[in-house]
């Protein structure tokens, strides 16, 4: 009777699911309702988590609920320390979940809302959930190795470099591109400068209270630094009416864009306890907080999505991106369908508290599933908004005029309608000056949000609430920002210690001193020339963090495939291997676009050479042929650079399949590094607490 | 209802890691000094450990995009 329940209950769920992505599919012309795709959500999620999930658990990953976890044995109370499921749950999404999900599906709205959303659904519960998981998987039973030891020690020498020059250059392209969406935000707006320049003594604020007037108490802490950032976007606004003060935090671009790397560069080097801890503190209890909010006022309002299921721009000519549906719309969204990046927090950090194996399916694909939740809301939030006013925030002033006559007249001429009053007067709601041109997705993002709350909780203090979604999204940006400034860093001395013994020692001042001016110069190059690019500089800079993001999510799936032919699983290769013959699919053809088309919004020779022509024959503006010779040398070093990255990702594909095929013909491989298995003491009378 | 609210307090101290020196005193207390009947090392304060909890903690990759 109980069974027969469970299966009526699934069947309705499964149709339910199908109902609705078909619903969302099928619908034109009329506006849908969001919840819809929060139906699709919900049931897409727990069909594939009850029985995908579920089934790779225990028949291509065996895991093991008797054996002993590196956790229970190796507990040292510190780092290593078993811990409550639900708690490791917490700690591991909230490292997984950044801005990067608000972002990508933010941009991917202007093809429509459709192809984003399947590929937010389908490519986290096929993709991204099962990397994170297989990957949290391997890592337990290799004592919380990370994701480049794994390499090394299963594939050989070559993966696990290219598993560190993959993090590396990562983390450089992440960093200038989330710096540029924080400048954009920022630019000529007191508010949103001031209240984002006031989270800093903020956090140190915080940081001395926790260190030094009550070490430990965290929560009292974070508690009273949560609400002096509620106080700072009151002040923000303040501050944007009073004559004089407003001056100091209205800054151009380039002004706001050094003052971001004058900050990483200081992150990277000041102790953490004064700044990147207590600014950590403070972004997981506001992002979390915000991000239930949404999720709530979604379902109270249930909005319209205004945009249309595809907009013509999947032919490629979209403004705030060039390049056609396939394969950009799987390189846009990477985190929120599938992240690489999750998988050197799958290994290393959460195998380090994991009770039991049995929880792995939970954690590593459950967090994702949250994830991906968080990108579908991101994606709500940029839809529902008009889709006239969603171009006139996201259009670089460089595709669509500088002038606002020019850029609204533009944008209508797509049959997107907005005029220069509409958002005038949404502007002023919002407390700004103007949303033209506020490329990046951070600004359209808050406007979103600020109509969803500002009707679900009032629509006096929409301006208010604008602020409070920048403040939310600058302050983990900014986290992310010095955490991996900081990261970096400690990379760089590593590598850097194998040459000089000596600037291999992380407390030493000239090697932390130089180490971390190489990082923030690396990506501060990056971010000088988005700003100083008239195209928005998104258009070049998240590309590149797709593709590297995606290259190190193959280089994760390529040691996860390579260990299940050596574990004798070639039978159930696919479920790794056909989520990595994708990205192989798309990462390549997406930088093959962006090296050889002729169209100089994609290519990035193209568009050197573009410029190189119009320079010869004098077509500039002074001001614009000033710049223009960096841009050039930008858009070939850009070119290079994806070719690194996509050569990087085949040698390493091929370095998985060579260990593959010498395994199957009998020949010698690395051996597996799978730790034997010791029976579990912590078993089922462990107290839950 | 109030052992809900008790029972997420903790979940939320945990979390946070508010509750770290207690679970380190109780780790201590279970791991060291157990056969020992004098000169037992004692365990380190509050403040010291909070340092170097904290220090460690900001060890390696610890936050995604």
Known sequence: MHSLLTKIIWILITLLGVAAVTGIALNRGEHINALWFVAAALSVYSIAYRFYASWIAAQVLTVDDTRATPAERLDNGKDFVPTNRWIVFGHHFAAIAGPGPLVGPTLAAQFGYLPGTLWILFGAVLGGCVQDMVTLFLSTRRDAKSLGQMARDELGPLGGTAALVGTFSIMIILIAVLGLVVVNAMKHSPWATATVAATIPIAMIVGFYMRFFRPGQVLEASALGVILLLLSVVAGGWIDNHPELRKLFDHEGLMLAWCVMAYGFAAAILPVWLLLAPRDYLSTYIKVGTITLLAVAIIILQPEVKMPAMTQFIDGTGPIFGGKLFPFVFITIACGAISGFHSLIASGTTPKLLINERDIRMIGYGAMLLESFVALMAMIAATVLDPGVFFAINSPAGVVGLAEVDAVAKISSWGFPVTVEQMQVLANQMGESTLFARTGGAPSLAVGMASIFGSAFGEKLLALWYHFAIMFEAIFILTTLDAGTRVGRFMLQDMLGNFWPKMGETSWTPSVVFTSALVVGGWGYFLYIGVIDPNGGVNILWPLFGIANQLLAAIALCVATGILVKSDKFKYVWVTGVPLLWLVVITSSAAWEKITSDDVRIGFFAGAEDLATKLATGNFSPEKAQIAPQLIFNLQLDAWLTLFFVALLWLIVFDMLRVSYRYLAGKSVPPLAEVPHSPSRLIEEWVRD | ?65
């Open chain 2, 1 to 65: 209802m109030l052992s809900k609210i008790k029972a997420a307090w903790r979940v939320l101290r945990r979390l946070s890691g508010d509750d770290a020196y207690e679970r380190y005193l109780e780790h201590y207390a279970r791991n060291h000094n157990v056969d020992c009947l004098h000169a037992c090392d004692r365990p380190l304060s509050k403040k010291d450990f909070f340092k170097q909890w904290q220090d460690e903690k900001w060890h390696g990759v610890k936050r995604c995009c």
